[in-house]
């Protein structure tokens, strides 16, 4: 499954809502797609995991939709420590793939 | 606290093969029911799984990796371990060792990265 993740960097200031998609090519099975966060030099760290389940210690202001296809990745207030790469993963196939990534920058 | 470090050359040469290691601290690997694996990040690129490891040594790949990749399992050491055979540039890249964030499921979200290893291939 092919995942296109848009748009490819979205420009923000602090304090805004940030709106994350994340399209498969087939459909994806049951709550088999999950969200990272990425920090320049870091590795990446687990969001959401079953499209809306937010992983350990992740604030709500994340939160997560979609099924089928469609697919997203909401920041409800962006604070300056948001600023970063954000991936989405499925693990609905034998195959595990990853979207290209959305940059989120500062305006 | 449960951590993963990977250690291994930073520089393998075109036709040789990578290997590299995942030492896990904070849980014993013969004890512990979840999976194990290995991501790669291209500099400045996306990020591609490369397979996952039981402590029984089940394995699952990448079927664009699997002719050249393994992964094993050492519980003794409390280590899993990647080769990559036949290295090409293309295969420069961070690697990171990771955990399956579910127990017994080879195929889900990954909930525990090392901070990873670049690998640079070049002669």
């Known amino acids: 499954i092919v995942l296109t993740q848009s748009p490819g960097t979205l420009s923000l200031s602090p304090g805004e809502r940030a709106t994350l998609s994340c399209r498969a090519s087939q459909s994806v099975a049951f709550r088999s797609l999950a969200w990272y966060q990425q920090k320049p030099d870091q590795p990446p760290r687990l969001l959401i995991y079953?499209?809306?389940s937010r992983a350990t210690g992740i604030p709500d202001r994340f939160s997560g939709s979609g099924s089928g296809t469609d697919f997203t990745l909401t920041i409800s207030r962006l604070e300056p420590e948001d600023f970063a790469v954000y991936y989405c993963?499925?693990?609905?196939?034998?195959?595990?793939?990853f979207g290209g990534g959305t940059k989120v920058e500062i305006k | 606290q449960l951590q993963l470090q990977e250690s291994g050359p930073g520089l393998v040469k075109p036709s040789e093969t990578l290997s590299l290691t995942c030492a896990v601290s904070g849980v014993s690997l013969d004890l512990s029911g979840h999976y194990w694996g290995w991501i790669r990040q291209p500099p400045s690129k996306g990020l591609e799984w490369i397979g996952s490891?039981?402590?029984?040594?089940?394995?699952y790949y990448n079927p664009s990796l699997t002719s050249r990749v393994t992964i094993s399992v050492d519980t003794s050491k409390n280590q899993f371990s990647l080769n990559v055979t036949s290295v090409t540039a293309a295969d420069t890249a961070v690697y990171f060792c990771?955990?399956?964030?579910?127990?017994?499921?080879?195929?889900?979200?990954?909930?525990?990265w090392g901070q990873g290893r670049l690998v640079t291939v070049s002669s």
């Open positions: 993963q499925q693990h609905g196939t034998s195959l595990l793939t």
């Open positions: 079953g499209v809306s």
């Open positions: 990771v955990r399956l964030g579910e127990e017994y499921q080879p195929l889900l979200h990954f909930d525990l």
């Open positions: 490891v039981y402590r029984s040594g089940a394995t």
